[in-house]
């Protein structure tokens, strides 16, 4: 069982490598993603970093009753 230094320490350095990630080049982003547990909130962090990194080709869709269904045939 991890004592209270150990899970304090994991801590520190988890937020430590959140912190750099913009730092990072998308080959250091790929190696640090590749260390990480899946499904672990760091894991999720480091990808949605790295995705967030490069454009949608999808145009964004605005979020507004006026435009929806306008003689578009969307039902």
Not at 10 to 22: D, F, M
Not at 25 to 52: C, K, M, N, Q, W
């Amino acid at each position: 069982m991890a004592t209270s230094l150990e899970k304090r320490t994991a801590l520190l350095e988890a937020a430590r490598v959140k912190s750099n990630l913009k730092a990072m080049t998308d080959e250091e982003l790929d190696r640090h993603i590749r260390t990480l547990e899946v499904g672990s909130p760091a894991f999720y962090d480091a990808v949605i970093a790295r995705v967030l990194r490069r454009r949608s080709a999808f145009p964004v869709v605005v979020d507004d009753p006026e435009h929806a269904g306008g003689g578009h045939d969307i039902h």
